[in-house]
């Protein structure tokens, strides 16, 4: 009697996806849990400290740094899980340490490239970017912190070993140390200058735990020794190129489109509309963070299950997915219109509270954000990074347009009104592309 195959990762079952998926989500949630009510307190503390006016303009500071942060970096953590499976499932070492080796040299490589960019951008443009000259000091310094502590790498590590904990964990050091940072600041030093202070100790005492729990795993040991030539790594890693290029461009196109629309209104209207408008981006941002949250904890099972699947089975995977993530959309709007007003009031005080209309239209984006993050995870997953980049393009040119016609009209909630309309774009175009891959692939 022959004996049946034993199933493959590529061909795990939909339940085992979502299984692993929910078990890796759990351990995520757990670490935003703490991120989001420590974030009320320690943005709670800046906005009563600093005022509205100061608050834009360290708001302004963070904005454009992290913006120049992103344009820069590369996504690693997704090569290292895209083309990290194979080799662990084969128990190939000394690939998968070539593999760490190869991400992590573009993580220094780009923030070598940034700080040097970061630093002549500011030098140019400070006035643009709403920097005073007496803090220009604290924002190179801040920037090139920003930059140095990139932590894709063992990110990318702790998730393709399926250390879920450890790296909620090392995310959890973000909002204590700024939680301890911003109370020390109100106490000692209630300025701009002290809350970047606070700022940049949780990207270090972060991007730390994170080295800290790969060394410990042996993987820094590991990663180390694998030496090799670029062409012998292209050779081994077929497309990992183009899918490095593809997943830095549309992640840089998502990311810095959150930021450029608060520079734009500093520019536009003034440090108080900025503060305002932060404010409003920070709450309805924890959709953003929800929906990255689903696509970190999806990606490497989606990349195990999907890589073989026929039409039918991954149109399955989308619909059922797609659904799970919009009935969470739904929900959390729905709470943001109940209670986001008050939350506004509650964290920065009643001059605040004219940010509401900002903050409804920005969590409609991320709403929209969420219910089709299944859709840019799977067309990750099947390599096809290069048409994410091309709708997430579409979507930025139709943010701008829209945010400088509707501007005029409506302030601030007009630039809100523009992040929509590139989010509505977005998830219509996701959904065509997606349709085409469930009937074209072989």
Known sequence: MTQ????????????????????????????????????????????????????????????????????????????????????????????????????????????????LLTIGILQIWANAFGIPRDLMHYTLVFAVIQLLTIRSTPLGILRLRDKFSLSALADSMTPVIRFVGAGAAMLFDPTIRGFMIAWAAAELVTAATYWIMVWRSGDFALMLGGRSGWRALVAENPGVVKFALSTNASATLGLSSKQIPLLLVGASIGPAAAGAFRLAAQVAQALAKLSQLLSRAAFPEIVRAVRTAAPERLRYILVRTMLASSAAALAILAVVALIGEPMLKLVGGKSFGSAYPVLLWLAAAGCFDLATVSLDTVLTAVNRAGTVFAIRVVGVVLLFIGAFALMPLYGSSGVAMGVAIGSVAVAILLGFAAANLTRSRP
Do not use: C, E
């Open 4 to 115: 049946a195959p034993a199933p493959s990762p590529t061909t795990k079952d939909f339940g085992g996806v979502l299984r692993s998926a929910a078990r890796n989500l759990g351990w995520l949630l757990a670490s935003r849990s703490v991120l989001a009510i420590l974030s009320l307190f320690y943005l709670g503390f800046a906005t009563r400290t600093l005022g509205v006016v100061d608050f834009g303009r360290f708001a302004l500071i963070t904005g454009a740094v992290q913006a120049l942060t992103t344009f820069v970096g590369f996504q690693t953590w997704q090569i290292i899980v895209q083309y990290g499976v194979q080799p662990l499932h084969d128990g190939d070492s000394p690939r998968l340490a070539r593999l760490f080796r190869l991400a992590a040299r573009l993580d220094l490589s780009s923030a070598i490239l940034g700080a």
